[in-house]
């Protein structure tokens, strides 16, 4: 069991970054995740690295109310970033069924409210355009939004607001874009 997971570095929790190539690929890119449990339907506390590079190690987490494992899978057949699941093979057909109940997709984009459909309301608002090529962390896009609508960074509350249904407490900079998205009436 590895549960060296846990992410109590507050820095490491700002490691999202926003990226839009060329082809038209919007990717968030983050170097924590939060994380389900697939046997008792809540979200385990804390934050737990994630790395998409080492995609043949499969990392396992302990919930901390029902204290059964779930694992951090990726499929390499789906676009999707990473799958909680209660199995740690992505593959084998007598898994099929259960499968489809005991695997939560994890991306990132949707979770955190950095897709394509919140970002053309903000771009809406703002006129910034977030669909040409670029990579940039996602403290910096916060910061371009809030010179165009003269929002303070600093005074945008870090507390969850409880949004998503299977994620209610997402990293503290992401609270902060939550905020933001609030006061510019995005959300
Ligand atoms: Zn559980």
Redesign the pocket.
């Known amino acids: 069991m590895e549960m060296h997971y846990v992410l109590p570095d507050h820095e490491n929790l700002d490691k999202i970054t926003y990226i839009y190539n060329p082809s038209g690929d919007l990717t968030v890119s983050s170097f924590i995740t939060p994380a389900y449990?697939t046997?008792?339907k809540?979200q385990i506390d804390g934050f737990f690295i994630y790395n998409s590079s080492s995609s043949d190690e499969v990392s396992t987490i302990e919930?901390n109310?029902?204290g059964?494992t779930i694992y951090l899978v990726d499929d390499e057949q789906s676009p999707v970033d990473v799958y909680m699941s209660s199995s740690d093979q992505m593959d084998g057909v007598e898994m099929e069924k259960s499968r489809k109940f005991n695997k939560v997709p994890i991306i990132h984009k949707d979770i955190y409210f950095l897709n394509e459909a919140m970002l053309e309301r903000v771009q809406e608002r703002t006129n910034i355009n977030f669909f040409e090529a670029q990579e940039i962390e996602l403290s910096n896009l916060i910061k371009r939004v809030c010179g165009n609508t003269k929002i303070s960074f600093e005074d945008l509350s870090e507390k969850d607001l409880g949004l998503h249904p299977l994620f209610p407490n997402l990293p503290p900079l992401v609270n902060k874009w939550l905020h933001l998205l609030k006061k510019i009436e995005c959300i």
Request: with cysteine.
């Open positions: 449990c046997f008792c809540s919930c109310h029902c059964k």
